[in-house]
């Protein structure tokens, strides 16, 4: 198998995984790594995209979609979380 057939199918492989942890990152609470891993993902695609066709682009910008969406609201739901959360104080008991 020649290395830009290789290559290819690598860049596809990855992006089948971009479009799967896309997916996974908007799970609650356990989605937050899946998103990352699926931006991560997408960044090492996009630098072979630049040498090679890749045809299962639809599928990466669909998993940077949803990676992307999934980030931003459980990060947001995370931080109202935290924000709200009652503090400690010796008088609640």
Known sequence: MS??????IEM???SMRCFVFG???LLPIIGLPFALA???????IRSSEQKLWNPAKPY????IGS?????IFWSFVLI???WRAPSPSPNNF
Do not use: I
């Open 23 to 25: 997916l996974l990152g």
């Open 38 to 44: 699926a931006l991560w993902y997408s960044g090492r």
């Open 80 to 82: 109202l979380v935290v």
């Open 67 to 71: 990676a992307a969406l999934g980030l």
């Open 60 to 63: 990466r910008v669909a998993g």
């Open 12 to 14: 596809m492989n990855n």
């Open 3 to 8: 290395t830009n057939a290789a290559a290819k």
